[in-house]
């Protein structure tokens, strides 16, 4: 179970929901993904993108809330010699939280395969962060890495990147994108029915142990319930 890094807590960071409407937002977002597209097939052109690459890196953290007072962190991260991207899985009740990919040195990914993802994209009525279910899945999309995404990913996908800003002529994006972070590509993944947990091949993956299984029964049972699909 890989848990965040405690200098996290201490870093001062900018709500970020605001910069999800900007010029440029996806195509920086999702620079590292879309190598070889251009930033208009986001809609956008290179000096927004790359405005917006400046922005995110203030640093900037998203909220993605989920079921059970569960959350998705995103948190852009501005360092010295570096940037880094990092997804956090957190909720009230625990001590520390659990990191599900990061582009930094560590280089840990993937965190979901697609069919977590695609219970993820419905927000729970009421709460505070990002909600539209198509910004939810391009903010989340580097986090998936997965070998077995079906057609309907590459459908929702389309009607995601159409939604935010880009050309009806998005499939070959879409595609690409699907093909997972450079950093760690996809992986195969399966469902372990005695953990009830997702588990992950990917060398650099921190699900090739069940998510969250040092954490109590009654909190591994809810995460169970936010992540898989019944």
């Not at 809609?43 to 959350?71: E, I, N, Q």
């Amino acid at each position: 179970m890989v848990m965040a890094r405690h200098w996290y807590s201490s870093s001062p960071v900018v709500d970020g929901q605001s910069l999800l409407d900007e010029p440029g937002f996806w195509s920086a977002h999702l620079a590292d993904l879309s190598e070889g597209f251009a930033p208009e097939a986001f809609g956008s052109d290179a000096g927004d993108a790359d405005a917006m690459l400046d922005k995110l890196h203030d640093p900037s953290v998203f909220t993605v809330p989920l079921t059970g007072g569960f959350t998705i962190v995103v948190h852009y991260n501005s360092g010295e010699e570096f940037t880094t991207t990092d997804y956090f899985l957190t909720h009230p009740d625990w001590n520390q939280d659990l990191v599900l990919a990061s582009d930094d040195q560590d280089r840990i990914g993937p965190g979901l395969c697609w069919p977590e993802l695609a219970v993820l994209l419905e927000a729970p009525p009421g709460a505070a962060g990002v909600a539209d279910p198509h910004a939810r899945l391009l903010l989340l999309l580097p986090v998936l890495g997965d070998a077995a995404v079906p057609e309907e990913a590459v459908a929702a996908l389309v009607e995601a990147l159409i939604a935010q800003g880009a050309p009806e002529a998005s499939e070959a994006l879409a595609r690409h994108l699907l093909q997972g972070h450079p950093m760690w590509g996809v992986e195969d993944w399966w469902f372990d029915e005695d953990e009830q947990s997702w588990l992950c091949e990917g060398d650099h993956s921190p699900r090739k142990t069940p998510l969250g299984d040092r954490l109590p029964p009654q909190q591994r049972a809810a995460l169970e319930a936010c992540l898989t699909p019944r």
